[in-house]
């Protein structure tokens, strides 16, 4: 089946510094990416959604300036939070949606970021 | 904007009970419903997909059920096992692509 593979898998950095997670779709052409968030105890929230070739579209009241999200090819999307604070620190997950011509598969989610920031 | 509720919030149920799991959603508008579960600290799995057209997916013990019209889905797990203790989360995704995530339901299974 289609396979995401989000790493790193945890992180720990010093406040100031940037962070990058990658995304890479193993079997499949992901031309759509979802980014999300999750704090403790609540839902996914999404972040942003980039198209292959083309700027990221964020969310309200996501920091496109601290969140770069890159999408250069069809299997890979990177998310880089950059002068990452200890308010950054969350759980972040990529999802990419499995299209083969115009049938929709789902989506499939990277196993998730831990980031702490200290 | 499109808003999911999941009810209840939290379920502990005794191994072997059979159970439903509730998502509801405010615009009908729809184009598939997902169903998934995240165990602590871990990304999400995918248990089942819906599509606007469809009425419900089984797979193996889970069987869900989509009705648009009302604005539900339901997630029956029967003979439930402690390894189905985790967090499941239902999915509303609208055309375009855009995710809408309820905020789980909490199920523990007791041994």
């Known amino acids: 089946g289609a396979v995401v593979s989000q790493h790193p898998s945890w992180v720990i950095c010093k406040s100031g510094t940037s962070v990058k997670i990658e995304c890479r779709s193993l079997?499949?052409?992901?031309?759509?990416m979802f980014w999300y968030r999750q704090f403790p105890k609540q839902s996914l929230m999404l972040m942003a959604t980039s198209n292959e070739g083309s700027k990221a579209t964020y969310e309200q009241g996501v920091e496109k300036d601290k969140f770069l999200i890159n999408h250069a090819s069809l299997t890979l999307s990177t998310l880089t939070v950059t002068s990452a604070h200890p308010e950054d620190s969350s759980f972040y997950i990529c999802s990419a949606s499995i299209s083969r011509g115009p049938a929709n598969y789902g989506y499939t989610f990277g196993s998730g970021t831990r980031l702490t920031v200290v | 904007k499109q808003e999911v509720t999941q009810i209840p919030a939290a379920l502990s149920v005794p191994e072997g009970e059979n159970l439903v799991l509730n998502c509801s959603f405010t615009?009908?508008?729809?184009?598939?419903l997902q169903w998934f579960r995240q165990d602590p600290g871990k990304g999400l799995t995918s248990l089942l997909l819906?599509?606007?057209?469809?009425r419900e997916q089984t797979s193996g013990r889970l069987n869900a059920s989509l009705d648009k019209s009302s604005g539900r889905s339901t997630l029956y797990i029967a003979a439930s096992q402690p390894g189905d203790s985790a967090t499941y989360l239902c999915?509303?995704?609208?055309?375009?692509?855009?995710?809408?995530f309820g905020t789980g339901t909490s199920l523990t299974v007791i041994p």
């Open positions: 999915a509303v995704i609208s055309v375009g692509n855009q995710f809408y």
């Open positions: 615009d009908s508008a729809i184009y598939n």
């Open positions: 079997d499949f052409q992901a031309t759509t």
């Open positions: 819906i599509q606007s057209s469809q």
